[in-house]
């Protein structure tokens, strides 16, 4: 009993102190409640990630609506199509097919082989460069860290969905691209600081999850699965 009430403070001290810290600095910015309704949803979305849990894909996929509209107002053009158009879909897609192929809170992982990885990164740099000059000529504000998280982010979630355990090694550049493109924003809208409180504590919790998913992944081997 003492454990199980350990691990839920350990659950719930986290979650608290960033909501305390993005409250704070989202009234000090004058900041509406709406656009940090969804960074309130992800603190407890990224804390279930961290334990690869497949509940996280479905509360961060309806949340990835919402996502969408702060995106546009902000005029990251790439990163609010990926968030409703990708995002969305693929999370609820994910959600069942982990459903299907359950593993206690979380599903069985696999590797993708040398060649698989090889066309990943090979696509991964064309989408890059073409989806780049495309946000140059619509006028995108911060293309170049758009650009880099948008599709980090297209190929998490497609990993992601198909349970390939490198999902969650990306997922460590893609919170640090996230964090700079935050920090970058700061210079335009200081009111940004609450996303950046937010991707700081989302990178702690990517790197939780590589750990957590590693040690997944070991045990399901040793179970044969």
Same mark, same amino acid.
């Not at 069942?96 to 593993?103: Q, T």
């Not at 979380?106 to 990885?117: D, E, I, Y």
């Not at 640090?176 to 009111?191: D, G, V």
């Given at each position: 009993?003492?454990?199980?009430?350990?691990?839920?403070?350990?659950?719930?001290?986290?979650?608290?102190?960033?909501?305390? !810290? !993005?409250? &704070?600095?989202?009234?000090?910015?004058?900041?509406?409640? !709406? +656009?940090?309704?969804?960074?309130?949803?992800?603190?407890?979305?990224?804390?279930?990630?961290?334990? @690869?849990?497949?509940?996280?894909?479905?509360?961060?996929?309806?949340?990835?609506?919402?996502?969408?509209?702060?995106?546009?107002?902000?005029?990251?053009?790439?990163?609010?199509?990926?968030?409703?158009?990708?995002?969305?879909?693929?999370?609820? &897609?994910?959600?069942?097919?982990?459903?299907?192929?359950?593993?206690?809170?979380?599903?069985?992982?696999?590797?993708?082989?040398? +060649?698989?990885?090889?066309?990943? @990164?090979?696509?991964?740099?064309?989408?890059?460069? @073409?989806?780049?000059?495309?946000?140059?000529?619509?006028?995108?504000?911060?293309?170049?860290?758009?650009?880099?998280?948008?599709?980090?982010?297209?190929?998490?979630?497609?990993?992601?969905?198909?349970?390939?355990?490198?999902?969650?090694?990306?997922?460590?550049?893609?919170?640090?691209?996230?964090?700079?493109?935050?920090?970058?924003?700061?210079?335009?809208?200081?009111?940004?600081?609450?996303?950046?409180?937010?991707?700081?504590?989302?990178? @702690?919790?990517?790197?939780?999850?590589?750990?957590?998913?590693?040690? !997944?992944?070991?045990?399901?081997?040793?179970?044969?699965?």
């Amino acid at each position: 009993m003492k454990n199980v009430t350990r691990k839920r403070i350990a659950f719930l001290i986290p979650i608290v102190t960033v909501a305390i !810290l !993005l409250t &704070i600095t989202g009234v000090y910015f004058h900041q509406s409640f !709406l +656009k940090i309704l969804p960074l309130y949803i992800s603190l407890f979305v990224m804390t279930l990630s961290a334990n @690869v849990s497949r509940y996280a894909l479905l509360v961060g996929g309806v949340n990835s609506v919402l996502y969408a509209m702060i995106y546009f107002s902000y005029q990251l053009y790439g990163m609010a199509a990926y968030a409703l158009f990708i995002s969305f879909p693929i999370q609820m &897609i994910s959600f069942i097919l982990w459903k299907k192929h359950a593993y206690r809170q979380s599903v069985t992982l696999k590797k993708l082989t040398a +060649k698989q990885r090889l066309v990943v @990164v090979s696509g991964f740099l064309v989408a890059w460069f @073409v989806l780049y000059i495309a946000l140059r000529k619509s006028g995108a504000s911060y293309a170049l860290l758009d650009n880099t998280v948008t599709l980090f982010g297209v190929l998490i979630s497609v990993l992601q969905m198909l349970a390939y355990i490198e999902y969650t090694y990306l997922m460590i550049p893609n919170g640090l691209a996230t964090c700079a493109l935050y920090i970058q924003m700061l210079f335009k809208s200081p009111e940004q600081m609450t996303y950046l409180v937010f991707s700081m504590y989302s990178l @702690v919790c990517v790197v939780r999850q590589y750990i957590n998913a590693k040690k !997944l992944y070991q045990i399901q081997n040793s179970e044969g699965l």
